[in-house]
């Protein structure tokens, strides 16, 4: 006879008290309607409140003591630093509560990666944070957010979920902040970790673990957002045939402090931008070379100028040279902290 994988609520069941989730709601499709059942486009996104979201999963109460509290509602289009550093300080002050076991945070699925990776770096706790989103709106038939937040709040209130870092949970899958993206504009399976896995899968609701990260995150960071209320400007410009240096030159005419190459292949510049990118370099803007290709490592190469942006892709490459920003503008720490975090 198979052993076979308990429900979450017969794991619940087994331990005697049961932990208390934060729910912190930001916008996206999740909490967005449309006006047909039939409707995956053209719907209203930050429609649905923390508290609806929570109310339209009962079984929740099943996994967890659930908190509801609204930080934004916007689509994640629109999510700024603002509003990351309010998140993320939020975050912060409920984990250092006893009786906070872990935190949920809702977010469109757009830039929710940026959010996830920015979290993974600067909260201050081993404590699970799960960011969670949909594909599809509330109102859609076979709507994914219900299911989603369910298990999302399941691995925040799992024990083996502490001192993996900040976890993208969707569609049965358990990723890391650090290497999870968003691979596909439509499909409901769209988040991924290319070459590096996932950390493990739900079953019946339950997290089951297969991997962990080696990348540092969260408590092994030096970055300390408390203090903060603004971050410092960093552009991505992408790489493409017959580009244009010109483009780099209006980032430092509009003061970034740095610049992530979305450069071809392993981060090739090509001879057209070149030479703006050494300009910038050379006015004190830290370029940090990545690639548009999806996934790959960004090797050595004297051809090319920049920091190597390691396996971070450009948007999270800009998450992490940003906060490396706020702490030293020294070119060998930002590359130490590009191969550590
Ligand atoms: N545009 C939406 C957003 O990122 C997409 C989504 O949530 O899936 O807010």
């Given at each position: 006879m198979f052993a076979s994988v308990m429900t979450v609520s017969q794991v619940m069941a087994q331990s005697s008290a049961k932990p208390t989730v934060a729910v912190l709601a930001t916008g996206g499709t999740i909490a967005g309607t449309a006006a047909q059942q039939s409707q995956t486009t053209g719907y209203k996104p930050g429609v649905l409140t923390a508290q609806a979201l929570i109310a339209s999963v009962p079984s929740l109460g099943?996994?967890?003591?659930?908190?509801?509290?609204?930080?934004?509602?916007?689509?994640?289009?629109n999510m700024d630093n603002p509003i990351l550093l309010k998140?993320?300080?939020?975050?912060?002050?409920?984990?250092?509560?006893?009786?906070?076991?872990?935190?949920?945070?809702?977010?469109?699925?757009?830039?929710?990666?940026?959010?996830?990776?920015?979290?993974?770096?600067?909260?201050?706790?081993?404590?699970?944070?799960?960011?969670?989103?949909?594909?599809?709106?509330?109102?859609?038939?076979?709507?994914?957010?219900?299911s989603n937040i369910l298990q999302a709040v399941a691995v925040a209130a799992s024990p083996q979920a502490k001192g993996r870092g900040v976890m993208v949970v969707l569609n049965d899958?358990?990723?890391?902040?650090?290497?999870?993206?968003?691979?596909?504009?439509?499909?409901?399976?769209?988040?991924?970790?290319?070459?590096?896995?996932?950390?493990?899968?739900?079953?019946n609701q339950v997290p089951l673990f297969e991997t962990q990260v080696a990348k540092r995150h969260t408590v092994q960071t030096p970055f300390d957002i408390s203090q903060l209320d603004t971050l410092p400007k960093?552009?991505?410009?992408?790489?493409?045939?017959?580009?244009?240096?010109?483009?780099?030159?209006?980032?430092?005419?509009?003061?970034?402090?740095?610049?992530?190459?979305?450069?071809?292949?392993?981060?090739?510049e090509s001879n057209f931008v070149?030479?703006?990118?050494?300009?910038?370099?050379?006015?004190?803007?830290?370029?940090?070379?990545?690639?548009?290709?999806?996934?790959?490592?960004?090797p050595e190469d004297d051809a090319y100028?920049?920091?190597?942006?390691?396996?971070?892709?450009?948007?999270?490459?800009?998450i992490l040279l940003m906060l490396a920003l706020?702490?030293?503008?020294?070119?060998?720490?930002?590359?130490?902290?590009?191969h550590t975090f």
């Amino acid at each position: 006879m198979f052993a076979s994988v308990m429900t979450v609520s017969q794991v619940m069941a087994q331990s005697s008290a049961k932990p208390t989730v934060a729910v912190l709601a930001t916008g996206g499709t999740i909490a967005g309607t449309a006006a047909q059942q039939s409707q995956t486009t053209g719907y209203k996104p930050g429609v649905l409140t923390a508290q609806a979201l929570i109310a339209s999963v009962p079984s929740l109460g099943e996994v967890a003591n659930v908190t509801a509290e609204q930080v934004v509602n916007v689509g994640s289009d629109n999510m700024d630093n603002p509003i990351l550093l309010k998140l993320a300080k939020r975050i912060n002050t409920l984990l250092q509560r006893d009786d906070v076991s872990g935190v949920v945070v809702t977010h469109g699925t757009d830039t929710l990666e940026e959010t996830a990776y920015f979290l993974n770096l600067v909260v201050k706790s081993d404590k699970p944070v799960v960011v969670t989103g949909s594909m599809r709106p509330s109102t859609a038939i076979g709507a994914d957010g219900p299911s989603n937040i369910l298990q999302a709040v399941a691995v925040a209130a799992s024990p083996q979920a502490k001192g993996r870092g900040v976890m993208v949970v969707l569609n049965d899958r358990i990723g890391s902040a650090r290497f999870t993206t968003k691979t596909d504009a439509n499909a409901l399976d769209t988040f991924k970790s290319p070459e590096a896995g996932d950390l493990g899968r739900l079953v019946n609701q339950v997290p089951l673990f297969e991997t962990q990260v080696a990348k540092r995150h969260t408590v092994q960071t030096p970055f300390d957002i408390s203090q903060l209320d603004t971050l410092p400007k960093v552009d991505i410009l992408y790489g493409y045939q017959n580009d244009s240096g010109y483009l780099y030159d209006a980032a430092v005419q509009n003061h970034a402090q740095g610049i992530v190459v979305a450069g071809v292949g392993a981060g090739s510049e090509s001879n057209f931008v070149l030479p703006a990118i050494r300009n910038a370099i050379q006015k004190g803007v830290v370029v940090v070379r990545s690639t548009r290709a999806g996934s790959g490592y960004i090797p050595e190469d004297d051809a090319y100028v920049g920091l190597l942006g390691d396996t971070l892709n450009p948007q999270k490459a800009r998450i992490l040279l940003m906060l490396a920003l706020t702490v030293t503008h020294d070119p060998a720490k930002i590359q130490q902290m590009l191969h550590t975090f």
